[in-house]
């Protein structure tokens, strides 16, 4: 039996958790590059997601690293080797994928138990172990159970204890809630931080969803078109994308031409089409900007304010509102401006209540706000 299981102690995972290192993956289907040359390091004790649109290469990803499929060629080191084309049983991964499912004809107990029953730990420290794991994730009364007598919720409970059991060095999520409505999604993605959280294990998760990779992640790797373009905390992926895709990606932006007019090591100076200059942000991951060229600004639509008399803003204009809603704790404004629509979030009730279609506004925003995007 191996040495930590002896222990029982299924809190000392982060000891021996060396993270995963990712070195330019390529995975090619025919003439098809479904993953190309995809690097990234999965440190020990983060959540780190892959999100990207269907078919960006996220699950061939999780797929090598679990080692379902072989990488054509990069490397994957876990505890300083390369576990390129190790059996993927012997990778010592947790993993849940939707197609990964549980044994119907078991108990929660037995589904938790078989993976240390695979690593021959003895009946008595099995059940133990077991019995642990699935009353850290709140089924401590259901064991008993076999999944067709659990909800959805409950069953990825059980693939989520059947994945840590055996102490991993990792756990691979795929898209682990797409399958529950909205409100168990949201209570399992904060079970999940917790586990991540209380037994310090590193995560690599799989999502399509925005709003879940930002809830969720310590960090977020963009994918699109099976490479990755941006990885970063959600707050810096949100607020300095490198690239259009990025930001159109983690939500809703405004995009405005303009022309890069100088350019400093932060800062650039741009001109909008009406003529009028003002400084902009240049993103710190690594948007290479030189002056005199084309570019845009993305401006998010809670950084847009419709002015009243002595707001200062850095870029201002004019326009008709064309829409205007409420949603929730705040309203949504689109205003058209010459030949574009701009999205403006209102959070101020006070100031979002003297909005109204029709009306014709200045609106504006701040440098601090305005990013130049280049790709
Ligand atoms: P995602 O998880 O981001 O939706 P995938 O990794 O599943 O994307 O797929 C990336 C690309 O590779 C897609 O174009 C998909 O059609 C293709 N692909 C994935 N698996 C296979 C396979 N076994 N054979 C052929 N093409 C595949």
Redesign the pocket.
């Known amino acids: 039996m191996n040495m930590i299981l002896k222990t029982g102690n299924v809190a000392a995972l982060a000891a021996r958790d060396k993270g995963i290192q990712v070195r330019n993956i390529t995975k090619t289907?025919?003439d098809?590059v479904?993953?190309d040359d995809v690097s990234f390091d999965l440190k020990s004790g983060e959540l780190l997601t892959l999100l990207?649109?269907?078919?960006?290469?996220?699950?061939?990803?999780l797929m090598m690293v679990a080692g379902f499929e072989n990488p054509d060629r990069g490397t994957i080191n876990v505890n300083g080797s390369n576990i390129v084309g190790v059996d993927a049983r012997k990778r010592h991964f947790g993993i849940v994928f939707q197609g990964y499912a549980l044994f119907p004809h078991m108990t929660a107990m037995e589904n938790v138990e078989f993976p240390l029953r695979m690593r021959r730990v003895a009946p008595a420290e099995r059940l133990r172990l077991a019995r642990e794991m699935l009353e850290r994730v709140g089924l401590g009364s259901m064991t008993h159970r076999r999944p067709r007598e659990l909800s959805g919720g409950q069953q990825q409970r059980v693939a989520l204890a059947r994945a840590l059991v055996f102490q991993p060095h990792a756990l691979l999520l795929d898209e682990p809630l797409g399958a529950l409505d909205k409100n168990m999604r949201e209570k399992m993605q904060y079970e999940i931080k917790e586990l991540q959280r209380t037994l310090g294990i590193s995560i690599l998760f799989?999502t399509?969803d925005q709003e879940e990779a930002m809830t969720m992640s310590d960090r977020i790797a963009v994918?699109d078109q099976?490479r990755i373009l941006q990885i970063g905390s959600p707050k810096s992926v949100y607020e300095q994308p490198n690239t259009a895709f990025v930001a159109n990606f983690l939500g809703e932006t405004n995009m405005i031409s303009c022309h890069v007019s100088g350019v400093d090591a932060e800062r650039a100076v741009v001109a909008l089409g009406d003529g009028q200059r003002g400084a902009a942000v240049v993103s710190g991951s690594g948007t290479a900007l030189s002056r005199d060229i084309a570019a845009r600004l993305s401006v998010r639509p809670e950084n847009v304010t419709i002015l009243r008399p002595g707001d200062a803003v850095d870029f201002r204009l004019r326009g008709t509102v064309k829409q205007h809603t409420f949603v929730g704790r705040h309203s949504r404004t689109i205003i058209t401006a010459g030949e574009m629509d701009f999205a403006v979030i209102t959070a101020d009730a006070a100031r979002a209540a003297k909005i109204a279609m029709g009306d014709i506004v200045d609106f504006g925003w701040k440098s601090e706000h305005a990013l130049v995007i280049t790709k």
């Open positions: 289907y025919a098809h479904a993953v990207g649109p269907s078919g960006s290469g996220k699950s061939t990803t799989v399509h994918m099976g």
